[in-house]
């Protein structure tokens, strides 16, 4: 299927042990999570994901209309384990509620790796602040559908475990970034 130009791909990212921040838009940016029980779906779904260890997922959040995701892929079939993930979540929405339509937005989504411990605390703290800065909630605590509870050492049932980033994998991660880079200019 073809899309069109303004729709983004998700490119193959190859470099081990990088973590990436991810990005899934809703279609055509609808408000699709709004029941509770959308939420938990997705959640479970989620936690599914997590514990499948294709996995590290070390952020989240879910609002009506999109999710982030902040992960360390396991494994290079990142886009094929995405693409489960996300037509779990689908096939778990049309369950409960056969007149939601599509879910997701085609393509990959939005995509960037990490490499850096800085840049990985400033998604972490984007993932956080997300709810809040959409209006969905005045306090990072009021919103239960992201990692923020996870991070401040809440164990909640139903929800996915979170792992900490190292800053020595990141290191890795990034020098073999430089030495792939440095390969390709050659």
Known sequence: MKLPPNFKRMRRIDTPNAARFLTFSC???RRIFTLHCHFMEFTESLLAYSCSGYIDLHGWVLTP???HLLLTPNSPELAESLE?????VAA?????DPRIGPTWRPGGGYARTIYTCGEFKEKLAYIH???VRDGLARTNGEWPWHSWHEWRGESRSGFPR??????ERLARARAAWRARRGRAAD
């Open 84 to 88: 489960l993930f996300k037509r779990s």
């Open 92 to 96: 778990r929405l049309r369950r409960v």
């Open 162 to 167: 979170i792992s900490a980033m190292s800053a």
């Open 27 to 29: 279609f055509r940016q």
């Open 129 to 131: 602040r997300n709810a």
């Open 65 to 67: 209309n999109h999710c």
